[in-house]
């Protein structure tokens, strides 16, 4: 699977931006999906996960519980991450990556778990 992710930019303090991530291959419905997003000179940290399929169970990081939401789009091998009230500290590249994995929740928010992933796309939110 490969992965490519989009929609990166600045946003102001309090404004939204969706993030992309569309995946190669007919077997895309078959893997738990990730968002994570890493600063320069940290770790990679988790950021919310949705489960293979129709993707019926998603978890968050509390940091971004009630502002974040992930979806994904079988038919167009794609998952989005919208990111509503943004704030400066939401400044990081983010990464999408995917798990053959048919569990979800809490579980998926390891980034050893996943096995492939995206190349990663800037947000910067000015205050």
């Known amino acids: 699977v490969q992965l490519q992710a989009s929609g990166g930019g600045l946003a102001q303090a309090g404004g939204s931006l969706r993030l992309s991530c569309a995946a190669s291959g007919r077997s895309f419905s078959s893997y738990a999906m990730g968002w994570f997003r890493q600063a320069p000179g940290q770790e990679r940290e988790f950021v919310g996960t949705?489960?293979?399929?129709?993707?019926?169970?998603?978890y968050y990081a509390d940091s971004v519980k009630g502002r974040f939401t992930i979806s994904r789009d079988n038919a167009k091998n794609t998952v989005y991450l919208q990111m509503n009230s943004l704030k400066p500290e939401d400044t990081v590249v983010y990464y999408c990556?995917?798990?053959?994995?048919?569990?979800?929740?809490?579980?998926?928010?390891?980034?050893?778990?996943?096995?492939?992933w995206g190349q990663g796309t800037q947000v910067t939110v000015s205050s």
């Open positions: 949705i489960s293979w399929g129709g993707g019926s169970t998603t």
């Open positions: 990556a995917a798990g053959d994995h048919k569990t979800g929740g809490i579980g998926l928010r390891r980034a050893v778990l996943y096995d492939y």
